[in-house]
């Protein structure tokens, strides 16, 4: 192992030699301290089969930390020797780099160990879903984006919240958003409002609803109040991120909506 300052943070595709090392040092921290992930070694194996399905920092020309995911980690793994030396932070940032060039806008991980929340958080994770001590630790991170927007076009007020699939059941008026976002719009000479930034809401915020609701107001007027994935609110604007498991809203068009 090489010291500390000549270790490079280069992440690259895993080859099916990196994949090999990496199973071999899994299973010696298994059988020296029962770490986690040698139970996962079929799924490793195979992930080489997979063009950027696994993503690896070599040291000395060996894989000492790996994740399996393009975008979230499945798992995410360091050779003991390499922790606490920014090998994580490195694998996260890239697959964060790709999720943005790709369009990505969520990442998703289940904490394994439960203790690794604390780096996920470091990451910009949020925990979410069931939030009992003996659940799964699940937490995910927003990919926003700004846009540049026309400097002479006219300014409009937006408030777009998401709540859980109740809001929209029986006397449920009350019932407060899980996210909510204020955000500055601005029309457009075909009628529809550019926002100056993305919205993002996940399409399910695990024991806090199934389906996710979104509302959306324009200068105090509500024009959707409805499931995220029905008709009424993508003629609006609202899109679906299939890769990151979230809807989004660059633009919206309130001539659509049945206000």
């Not at 930390?65 to 890239?94: C, D, M, W």
């Not at 389906?211 to 899109?239: L, M, P, Q, S």
Request: with cysteine.
């Amino acid at each position: 192992m090489t010291d500390d300052t000549t270790i490079t943070t280069e992440v690259v595709e895993a080859t099916a030699e990196d994949v090999a090392y990496i199973l071999a040092w899994l299973r010696r921290e298994h059988d020296e301290d029962g770490e986690r992930f040698w139970c996962n070694r079929n799924l490793i194996a195979d992930s080489v089969n997979t063009p950027g399905d696994i993503w690896v920092i070599r040291d000395d020309g060996k894989a000492v930390a790996f994740q399996l995911g393009r975008y979230s980690a499945s798992i995410l793994s360091v050779r003991k020797e390499y922790r606490k030396r920014g090998v994580g932070t490195a694998l996260v940032e890239a697959s964060v780099k790709r999720a943005l060039e790709d369009e990505v806008n969520a990442l998703h991980v289940q904490c394994e160990p439960k203790k690794s929340l604390g780096f996920w958080q470091r990451m910009g994770f949020v925990r979410y879903g069931d939030l009992e001590p003996d659940s799964n630790v699940t937490a995910y991170r927003l990919l926003p984006r700004c846009f540049d927007v026309p400097i002479a076009a006219s300014h409009v007020n937006v408030v777009i919240g998401f709540y859980p699939e109740s809001a929209i059941y029986g006397d449920a008026m009350d019932v407060a958003p899980i996210a909510e976002s204020q955000v500055a719009g601005f029309y457009t000479d075909d009628g529809s409002i550019i926002l100056a930034q993305r919205v993002i809401g996940l399409s399910h915020y695990g024991g806090q609803s199934r389906d996710t609701v979104v509302k959306i107001e324009i200068e105090g007027v509500v024009h959707c109040f409805c499931k995220a994935k029905y008709d009424d609110a993508r003629a609006i604007g609202v899109k679906h991120d299939w890769s990151g498991d979230a809807y989004f809203i660059d633009r919206l068009n309130p001539s659509n909506s049945e206000e």
